[in-house]
């Protein structure tokens, strides 16, 4: 291949990626389905009886929420969220379920700079009960018929904090 041929090649290739800005530069958008909605599905397809049925349906489920970025809210408890690469978070009000609710994990948030966890922790500190808004790509999600369920969400990042509504029960259904 000639000199010009290469030259005009890089420059028409070059002219190509400035049009078409890679896939990773532009953020995903918000999914607008909340851990309510997950919670449902993930309780549907735990009550599968088949236990192959049951492990597909919780393929399927892992298939459809993973690699997606949401906003969700949760009870920030200090002492569970001192890492920028693992806090854990409270995920549900249970005033909002009409039956109990058992589910024990707790998606961990990861922060990609550790003033984001400070700035977060810092807004909850005049709340006796802190409940935060944050957005994050659920990075990391285990659905299996023998291992606990493991939510993971990184590149977090807080939204808001407010304090838990009298109306709200995160830490249990039962009344305070």
């Known amino acids: 291949m000639s000199r010009g041929a290469l030259a005009g090649l ?6 190509w990626l400035g049009c078409h800005p890679a896939e990773s530069a532009q953020p995903a958008a918000v999914d607008g389905r909340d851990q ?15 236990r192959d ?3 597909l349906a919780l393929d399927g489920l892992a298939s459809a929420w993973q690699k997606r970025r949401y906003q969700w809210e949760a009870r920030l ?10 806090c854990l978070v409270l995920p549900f009000d249970y005033a909002r379920f009409d039956r109990r609710v058992v589910q024990g994990w707790m ?9 984001e966890l400070d700035a977060g922790v810092a807004a909850c500190a005049p709340y006796d009960a802190c409940i935060v808004s944050f957005e994050g790509m659920l990075s990391g999600l285990r ?9 993971a969400f990184s590149g977090v990042r807080f939204i808001a904090a407010r304090a838990e509504a009298s109306s709200e029960r995160w830490l249990s259904r039962s009344a305070r």
């Open 107 to 115: 998606p961990t948030l990861e922060f990609e700079d550790a003033s």
């Open 10 to 15: 890089l420059v028409a290739t070059l002219g």
């Open 77 to 86: 408890v200090p002492p569970l969220c001192s890492r920028a690469d693992r």
């Open 36 to 50: 309510y909605e997950f919670v449902s599905e993930l309780l549907a397809a735990q009550a599968i009886r088949d």
């Open 53 to 55: 049925e049951r492990a």
């Open 143 to 151: 659905l299996s018929v023998e291992l606990p369920t493991n939510l």
